[in-house]
Structures are given as C-alpha cells and as structure tokens.
C-alpha cells in the first residue's frame, strides 16, 4: 500500500502488532507441532501410516476450515465494539457464536462420518484407504470441540488478549505426544491401531484444549466485565444471520486456499504412497512457517478493527502498514531456511530414501510461495477488520481455482510432472492472490473510501445489533 504514515507512528505501531501477534503466532506453531507430532509418529510407523495420515489430515481441514473462517467474523465484531466503548454488548455476541459454533461442528461430524465412502471413488491409491478412514472415524469425535475451541479462541483475541491461545494450544502437546505414541504403536498392552490411533489422540487433545479454554474465560478476572457466562441466550436467528453474513464469505475465502492444498494432496494421494508421504513432509513444513504469518494477519485483524470502531482512519493504514512490515520480514527467513536446512528439516520425519529426497526436493517449491503466502493472508487479515470479506471471496476463487488448481493439475496429471507440477501450481495461486489481495488492501483503506465509509455507518454494525436489540 502507498504509505504515508509517519514513520516514528509506523514503528510504534510494528511494536504494538508485534506485542499482541507474539502469543498468537506461538499458539499457532503450537498449533502447528500438533501436525508435526502426528506426522512424525505416522512417519516412523511407516510410509503408508504417514501416506494414510496425509490423506485423512486432508479429508478433515477440506470441511474445517469453513466454520473455521466463518467464526472469524468474531474477532472483528469484539475489537469494534470494544474500540468504541460498547463491551457489555461482547457476552450476548458470544453467547450467540457458540451456539452458531456448536452447530457447525456437528454438521461437520456428520459429514466427517460419511466422507469416507468417497476415498475409492477419488482414486485414492488403495494401499491408503484403510489407514485413512480409521484416521477419520477417529478425529471427527473431535470436531465440536475443535469450533468451540475457535470461537472461544476469537472472543479473546478480539479484546486483545492472546495469552490463552499460546497456552491452551502448547498443552494440547502434552495429550497428543503420549496418547498418540501409545495408540499408534500399541504400548501397555494397547492394540498397535496405526493412523487410528492418531486420529482417537487428536480428537481426545482436542476436547482437552475446548474445556481447558472454557475454564480459562470463565475464571479470566480480566473478563469479568463481559459477562460471558452470565446467562444462558437462546438462539437468537437474526444475530446468528449477522455473524453468518460476515463469516460465511470468510470461510469460503479461507476454503478456496486451504482447499488448493487439500485438494493438492488428494490428487498426489492417486500416485501411491512415496508421493503422497513426501508431499505431506513438505506441506506440514510449509504450514509450521505459515503460522507466523497467519499470527500476524490476526493481530492485524483486531488492530484494523479497533482503530475502524474508534474512526480512526489513520490508525487503520498504520496497523495494516505495520503488518505488511513484519510480515515481509518473517517470510524472507523462513524461505531462507527452507532453502539452506531441507535435507535436514526432512531427516526429522523419515528414514525411507525416496521419501526424503522427494520431500526435500518440494521444500525448494515451499520457499518460493513464502514471500506471496506472507502477503496474501496478511491483506486478507486487515481487510477482514474493515470487515471487507465479499470481493476478496471472489478475487481468492480466482486466484486459486480459476489459476492454481488448473495449473498445478495440467501440470502435474496431465502432463505426468507428478508432486513437483502441483506445487507449480500452488505457487501460482498463492502469487496470484497476493497481488489481487494486496491490491485490493490498497483500495479499500485509501483516506478518503475510509471516511466515507465511516460517514455511511450506522450506529451499530450489523453483526450484534440484533443481539442487544432483540435479548
């Protein structure tokens, strides 16, 4: 973006995003060992355990990641309201979200429980199949409490506050790193249930954190003027319709990239059990240094968002400047260490020779989309706190199904490239969308749409009027 802000502001402004996105950032690498544990067990249980994994990891974030981003019209609608001094109307927002939250992880949990039936007629190599559908059936218990977790998890970020992110998300560790040793390789006179036993220590992790989070916000005293669980809320439909109207377009936004890898790794999946252990080593690195960025994108989120709830127009090209500043900076080392430690970031998974090579021949690709994955999430996260999030939707179709997707499969199916052609095609997606998003980013927080917008604005955005409205 053309950046006219002060630079001394600038730098305090890169202070404050760094402050708050640092919990968040380690909540999400937290996050993202979590991937790591599960696909180092799988990988030295075997190359079909790691294969079944890469497969099954695939089938549950296809549908995860749309309550995912959904939810994330929650942290945009707190930030505001607390920016312009409306916080006793959080609790029935919230209260709102976890019954949207509860619904959508069931929803999830059925489909979750019929996918399975679809992995033959995928194509996916059949060697994989059983390992993959045991990894499903025992995960999707998990899912209710993987979108309570969230929304609880965007509650607390919208009022700046992520320490409990970190937290909750490294304990989650302590339950995944046992549980799914023993279950994978049948300790104590356990069954050996292979990538099942991955899937049952998932969904167990995750309940633990959902509760763990619950308890946090319930005894937090800092949270004691929001009232969360003062009461019990019925649903209440035209509040649950304003956080869909704003969410919905997020969730399918955040889908049209994750499905890009998802539906990646279930095409190379169809190449037997080598392409697809390789490709999931070289994914699950990419998405560790990924959970920086998107760290980042959410602290951005909350600051865009606050400085738009107290009409500070300044504030918000500031925070989305600042944002672009680290980010920037965090993409150039992790591509850096993709490119000199591959063969060594790979020898941590797996000991068979054709996997690795394969693997650490992909990281060379990861490194390349650093630089435009950084952007893209970025200019997504600040557009989301100016609660920007239909046209984006579009421009992130594009980007990904009408150029990636296509590109990446012709390249890699089509004319036989393998893994190395779909990764082609990752690169062109994500680059595409950076320059799309960031365009986009530029337009929507120029001074004078900003004020005009503000001078169009009603007196309560429409994602929680209906809650103080209507009870």
């Known amino acids: 973006m053309s950046v006219d802000v002060p630079a001394r502001s600038l730098r305090a402004e890169i202070r404050t995003t760094g402050t708050l996105a640092a919990p968040l950032v380690a909540g999400h690498v937290a996050t993202g060992l979590i991937s790591f544990v ?33 939810l994330m019209a929650l942290p945009p609608s707190v930030s505001q309201l607390d920016g312009s001094g409306r916080r006793g109307e959080v609790g029935a927002l919230f209260r709102q979200a976890l019954w949207l939250a509860f619904a959508l992880g069931v929803v999830l949990f059925a489909f979750l429980t019929f996918v399975v039936h679809a992995l033959a007629p995928m194509g996916i190599a059949p060697e994989i199949i059983p390992g993959a559908t045991a990894f499903l059936h025992g995960i999707r218990w998990g899912v ?65 954190q959902a509760i763990g989070f619950a308890l946090v916000l319930r005894h937090a005293r800092r949270l004691d003027d929001l009232n969360l669980f003062e009461r019990f809320d019925a649903p209440n439909w035209p509040a649950i ?19 890009l890898f998802i539906v990646t790794a279930l095409l190379i999946g169809r190449l037997g059990d080598v392409p697809a252990a390789a490709h999931q080593i070289a994914l699950n690195v990419a998405t560790l240094s990924f959970m920086v960025p998107m760290g980042l994108a959410e602290a951005t989120t909350v600051r865009v968002g606050h400085a738009l709830g107290r009409a500070d127009v300044a504030g918000v090209r500031r925070a989305a400047a600042a ?29 068979d020779a054709a996997v690795a090579a394969l693997a650490a021949s992909l990281l060379l690709y990861a490194a390349a989309f650093q630089f435009p994955d950084g952007v893209q999430v970025l200019s997504a996260g600040a557009l ?20 990636g997707m296509p590109l990446g499969a012709g390249l890699g199916l089509g004319l036989g490239w393998g893994p190395k052609g779909m990764w082609l095609g990752l690169i062109a997606g994500l680059s595409v969308a950076a320059v799309l998003l960031g365009t986009r980013l530029i337009r ?27 009870g």
């Open 241 to 259: 319709r304003g956080l869909l109207a704003t969410g919905l377009p997020i969730g399918v936004t955040v889908l049209m990239e994750g499905s």
């Open 323 to 351: 944002g672009l500043a680290i980010v920037i900076g965090t993409q150039l080392l992790s591509g850096t260490a993709m490119l000199v430690f591959n063969d060594a970031l790979v020898a941590v998974y797996t000991r």
């Open 144 to 208: 209710p409490a993987l979108t309570l977790f969230y929304c609880m998890r965007y509650l607390a970020e919208g009022v700046h506050w992520t320490l409990p992110t970190m937290l909750v998300s490294a304990a989650g560790l302590l339950v995944l790193l046992p549980l799914g040793t023993v279950l994978t390789f049948g300790r104590f006179g356990l069954p050996e249930l292979g990538a099942g036993g991955l899937g049952i220590a998932s969904a167990a992790m995750l309940w633990v």
């Open 38 to 70: 599960d696909n180092v067990i799988a990988g030295h249980h075997g190359t079909q355990t790691l294969a079944a994994v890469a497969v099954g990891t695939a089938l549950f974030w296809l549908p995860v990641v749309v309550p995912m981003g959904t």
């Open 444 to 470: 929507s927080s120029e001074p004078a749409r900003l004020n005009a917008r503000l001078a169009r604005a009603e007196p309560r955005p429409a994602a929680h009027s209906a809650v103080t409205n209507g």
């Open 384 to 403: 989301r706190g100016l609660q920007d999030t239909r046209v984006p939707m579009g421009l992130a179709a594009i980007a990904y199904w009408a150029i």
